[in-house]
């Protein structure tokens, strides 16, 4: 059993920039794919960033192409979502999310979609003008 629990988040100024931590706890193999989403009121939810762990590129939503930075520290088993030069647009709650696929491939083949079995509880990112 995977679960996510994430951190960060709050209110900041456009131009800022915030960090969004989301620990997990469970074994991640590598035919996992890890996505950050958002979700702002009345609107559907975005994928911004993710990555399989068996291999491959990050990939990232062009609204948030040189943005945005997911990484992760193996050694705590977190990952992270750096978001600097924030924009009001950018105010959404924010999700990790995690779930495992097919062995082999890379983002692209395996984890385009948002049906990701595990889901961090979101935090809240609001940026003012």
């Known amino acids: 059993q995977v679960q996510l629990v994430q951190s960060g988040g709050g209110s900041v100024q456009a131009g800022g920039s915030l960090r969004l931590s989301c620990a997990i706890s469970g074994y991640i193999s590598d035919n996992y794919c890890l996505a950050w989403f958002r979700q702002a009121p009345g609107k559907s939810r975005e994928e911004v960033a993710g990555?399989?762990?068996?291999?491959?590129?990050?990939w990232y939503a062009d609204s948030v192409q040189g943005r945005f930075t997911f990484s992760r520290d193996n050694a705590k088993n977190t990952m992270y979502l750096q978001m600097d030069n924030l924009k009001p647009e950018d105010t959404a709650m924010y999700y990790c999310a995690a779930d495992p696929r097919a062995y082999g491939g890379d983002w692209y083949s395996l984890c385009p979609d948002h049906n990701f079995r595990y889901r961090g509880q979101g935090t809240q990112v609001t940026v003012s003008s």
């Open positions: 990555v399989y762990v068996g291999g491959g590129s990050t």
